[in-house]
């Protein structure tokens, strides 16, 4: 069987390796998470994959790299059509693989999918510039040179959306790749190699082999033909594979996880503030830049629980195929098991449970109750570490200072929150936390010509914009005597 039918849609469950389909003698299962059924048996690649796809995205490269920026930008625009052509069956094949929100696929994340390619052809075009410096009567031209092999491995929060924010500018910079997908969701990955491939992109220059990280991802980054490394997912991995990278000296792109604070000072709108604490139940919890740490000033505590818990208790959860779902399931039985740990052990501590604290029996397992925690101990394990699940902490404080020591006391830096009515405030708030991203009076604004990435655990690097193209190329200063 080397298709299965999900939703419909006809998948390929085998490798994409220099314009072929490959299949493998092992197969690996793949479940649904919204009833926990099996969908599909996809290729379970290990180190003859690996190879295999990196010899082809090497044999490509010298053409794709000379390839003229214009004819390079055509192509991913027309892989950009191609996904808004299969817009709906990309976002019904993802629903049903990773159990996020049909209306969030739909509306957000498959339209910014094709953006991620159309976005990096028109920087590629139109942005990238060559500066060029004159030092004594000396001119410095500056390029950015393709790398060569980028092996890109994602995770299964928002598996597409995550897998071209690195395809898209690699291969807008004149890079092959090898993309690794999840083992928990890796279809939207084979239905991108017939979109590519549909859209006319040669051969070998984008390239997809299945399998479980260990296996196939670790047998890709330890490869010592690939140029660079991008890799987004936890921290533990991530330690994993800097350790790989090292053996080669391969530059690498961490892109890991948070445990975000989320600040409410008493001048806020408050009613704005616990729209946006209540947002930070999207996808089951299951998002890296998630605001878990709520800090909220000890004189409007009251309030905001009264209308969190009101906002919160309206949310709808149950299948993410209906459109009227606010809340879907978790990835995977094991991932379930692993946020109710983190709950119970925080409850035999002596956490108090405003909001959930369990599974959704009335849905089946897979489904967690959006879980709000007060009265916890901020350097216990609830508190301080990433649950990746729908539970937040509640914390309280009483000035600007404790409240910013409190946010920075974290492993992480991926993103902060800020929500107050005072403009100098929230300037001067953000100018003093630590991370990649703050936002103030406002969540999830992305421009992909901004910096993004994590301080501390939450990684290394930043991507978007130019900081892409520094990441997938060599760059290059040529000097020109007069
Ligand atoms: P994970 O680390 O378990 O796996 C991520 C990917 O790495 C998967 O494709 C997996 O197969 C692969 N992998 C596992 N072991 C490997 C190895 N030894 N060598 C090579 N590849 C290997 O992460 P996950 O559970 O899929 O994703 C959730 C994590 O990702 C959370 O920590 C979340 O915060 C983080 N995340 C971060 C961002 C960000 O932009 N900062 C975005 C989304 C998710």
């Given amino acids: 069987m080397n298709t299965a039918l999900v939703a419909g849609t006809a998948v390929d469950t085998r490798h994409?390796?220099?314009?072929?389909?490959?299949?493998?003698?092992?197969?690996?299962?793949d479940l649904s998470p919204i009833d926990g059924r099996p969908i599909a048996r996809i290729a379970r690649g290990g180190p003859e994959e690996a190879d295999a796809a990196v010899a082809a995205a090497k044999a490509a490269f010298p053409a794709w790299a000379a390839t003229p920026p214009a004819d390079r930008a055509r192509l991913l625009r027309a892989i950009a059509d191609g996904v808004e052509k299969r817009l709906e069956e990309l976002a019904i094949v993802e629903t049903t693989d990773n159990g996020a929100l049909i209306r969030s696929h739909r509306r957000g994340v498959m339209p910014r999918v094709a953006h991620n390619f159309r976005f990096f052809a028109d920087y590629l075009e139109h942005e990238l510039g060559h500066p060029d410096f004159e030092t004594r009567g000396h001119?410095?031209?500056?390029?950015?040179?393709p790398a060569g092999v980028c092996a890109l491995i994602s995770p299964w929060n928002a598996p597409l959306m995550l897998a071209t924010w690195k395809v898209a500018p690699a291969l807008a910079a004149g890079n092959t790749?090898?993309?690794?997908?999840?083992?928990?969701?890796?279809?939207?990955?084979?239905?991108?190699?017939?979109?590519?491939?549909?859209?006319?992109?040669?051969d070998g220059v984008l390239n997809v082999v299945q399998g479980i990280g260990e296996e196939a991802g670790a047998a890709l980054v330890a490869h010592p033909d690939v140029r660079r490394i991008s890799f987004t997912g936890s921290v533990p991995t991530a330690k994993v594979i800097a350790r790989a990278a090292a053996a080669n000296l391969t530059p690498l792109s961490l892109e890991l996880g948070g445990k975000s604070p989320f600040v409410v000072f008493a001048d806020a709108d408050l009613d704005l503030a616990v729209a946006n604490a209540v947002e930070q139940y999207d996808n089951a919890g299951q998002v890296c830049l998630s605001g878990t740490r709520l800090y909220v000033e000890e004189s409007i505590r009251?309030?905001?629980?009264?209308?969190?818990?009101?906002?919160?208790g309206q949310l709808k959860q149950g299948d993410p195929r209906d459109e009227a779902t606010?809340?879907?399931?978790?990835?995977?039985?094991?991932h379930v098991s692993r946020v109710d740990g983190f709950v119970q052990r925080a409850k035999q501590a002596g956490a108090k449970v405003l909001l959930g604290g369990g599974p959704n029996t009335d849905l089946g397992g897979l489904y967690y109750r959006p879980t709000l925690f007060t009265d916890v101990d901020p350097h216990s394990e609830i508190a301080t570490e990433e649950v990746f699940g729908p539970v937040l902490v509640l914390h309280t404080f009483r000035d600007e200072d404790e409240v910013v020591a409190a946010a920075n006391d974290s492993a992480?830096?991926?993103?902060?929150?800020?929500?107050?009515?005072?403009?100098?405030?929230?300037?001067r708030v953000a100018a003093r936390l630590v991370a990649g991203t703050v936002w103030t009076n406002c969540f999830f604004v992305?421009?992909?010509?901004?910096?993004?990435?994590?301080?501390?655990?939450?990684?290394?690097?930043?991507?978007?914009?130019?900081?892409?193209f520094d990441f997938y190329c060599e760059v290059k200063n040529t000097v020109f005597a007069p």
């Avoid at 994409?16 to 299962?29: K, L, M, Q």
């Avoid at 606010?326 to 094991?334: F, K, L, R, V």
């Fill in 139 to 145: 001119r410095n031209h500056v390029t950015w040179d």
């Fill in 177 to 202: 790749v090898v993309l690794k997908p999840s083992e928990w969701s890796p279809l939207s990955a084979s239905l991108l190699a017939d979109i590519a491939a549909d859209a006319g992109l040669p």
């Fill in 302 to 312: 009251d309030e905001f629980v009264r209308r969190f818990l009101e906002r919160a």
């Fill in 446 to 468: 992305r421009d992909l010509r901004a910096p993004f990435g994590g301080a501390r655990q939450s990684g290394i690097g930043r991507e978007g914009g130019t900081w892409s």
């Fill in 16 to 29: 994409w390796i220099g314009g072929r389909r490959v299949a493998s003698a092992d197969t690996f299962e």
């Fill in 326 to 334: 606010d809340i879907g399931p978790s990835i995977h039985p094991d």
């Fill in 412 to 427: 992480f830096g991926l993103a902060a929150m800020l929500f107050t009515g005072d403009p100098e405030r929230a300037g």
